[in-house]
């Protein structure tokens, strides 16, 4: 297990470092540069228990690639991870909305993290609108799905399969949820919620039917990396949605941007090794419903970033759902194992 970890804890190390230096160097306080390692290291577990359920999807979805795009997804999609959504996306975000330029931006945070993190801030609605459409369109997806057979909450998981089949109920489902919760909001921020979300929903149509039309191009051996090129998209746009509420939720613990970068980083990392763990090990076809948590977190989170336009919601609690949901799914995966298994003994 620890060979899946060790360039995950290699990296860790050199985050520290630099989050080390980087708080000397700003304060020459020796004292000041390990509570910003300190802060490095929360912010990493803040991103580790949000994502948690990430990595099982990511998992459901990367052992189907081959291994040229799973060594890809390790190689550049970790860099797209960090320093695109952890840094570049947040900076995006500040400079669109105070119509500033990237070096402006990048100054603005360096200098005036107060003004950033408060810029910030206020797209907070917007971005939860197009995350939480977005993830929940995700987990929708899964459970919309007429070929699936397995089912772990089948009370309510085989009356989803059968709205299956009327096209587009999942995302007729998902309108009906942003409309109910935009009547909570003020009149300005409707709007840009709705707009939002609408375009959420348009983001993850537009990258299935991608995935869709390169799939249907598997028919030689240089379009299978086409194929690839497809799922790889997928998989980082639902990274990018699962690293909302990390990126905005880091700001109340520290407004250095370097310092969120490289404790979100390490999070990032470390997801993604344990993604890698859970394809070469096959585990989740070992715990039959550990996909089946997965999913139903992604739909608890989806939620959770859609009511939090209106309603506080404390990051505790969005990783606890997260957790106990993979937790309660992993724990019916054994029982239902250990049943299998009697069932087998008896027979024989």
Not at 45 to 70: G, R, T, Y
Not at 314 to 343: D, F, Q, W, Y
Request: glycine fraction near 8%; hydrophobic fraction near 55%.
């Amino acid at each position: 297990m620890l060979d899946y970890f060790r360039s995950s804890a290699i990296f860790t190390l050199i985050c520290l470092i630099l989050a080390f230096l980087t708080g000397y160097l700003s304060t020459h306080s020796v004292s000041l540069a390990f509570s910003g390692v300190l802060t490095c290291l929360i912010l990493a577990l803040l991103e580790i228990s949000l994502s948690f359920d990430n990595a099982v999807v990511n998992a459901s979805v990367l052992q189907k690639m081959s291994a040229l795009w799973q060594k890809r997804f390790l190689t550049w999609g970790m860099v797209i991870a960090v320093f695109g959504m952890r840094l570049v996306f947040p900076l995006l975000i500040v400079a669109v909305s105070a119509h500033l330029g990237p070096v402006e931006t990048l100054k603005l945070a360096l200098s005036q993290p107060d003004r950033y993190a408060l810029i910030l801030s206020k797209a907070h609605t917007g971005i939860m609108g197009f995350g939480g459409a977005f993830l929940l369109m995700v987990g929708l997806g899964f459970f919309f799905d007429e070929e699936k057979k397995t089912h772990w909450l089948a009370v309510i998981e085989r009356p989803l399969q059968k709205l299956s089949a009327c096209k587009g109920s999942e995302t007729v489902i998902v309108l009906m949820v942003v409309f109910v919760i935009a009547r909570f909001l003020p009149e300005f921020e409707s709007f840009t919620f709705l707009s939002a979300a609408v375009f959420g929903l348009i983001a993850y149509i537009t990258v299935q039917g991608l995935g869709s039309f390169l799939e249907d191009l598997m028919q030689s051996a240089n379009k299978v990396a086409k194929a690839g090129l497809g799922t790889f998209i997928y998989l980082e746009m639902m990274d990018a949605s699962f690293s909302f509420d990390g990126v905005i939720g880091s700001f109340a613990l520290t407004n250095n941007l370097i310092i969120i970068a490289l404790g979100l980083g390490i999070g990032a990392m470390f997801v993604r090794s344990l993604t890698m763990m859970l394809v070469k090990r096959g585990t989740l076809n070992s715990y039959r419903y550990l996909e089946h948590g997965a999913f139903w977190a992604i739909l608890v989170l989806g939620m959770i970033m859609l009511v939090s336009t209106f309603q506080e919601i404390p990051e505790l609690v969005t990783g606890l759902a997260g957790i106990g949901l993979i937790v309660a799914s992993l724990m019916s995966s054994v029982i239902r194992n250990r049943k299998v298994t009697k069932g087998m003994d008896g027979k024989i």
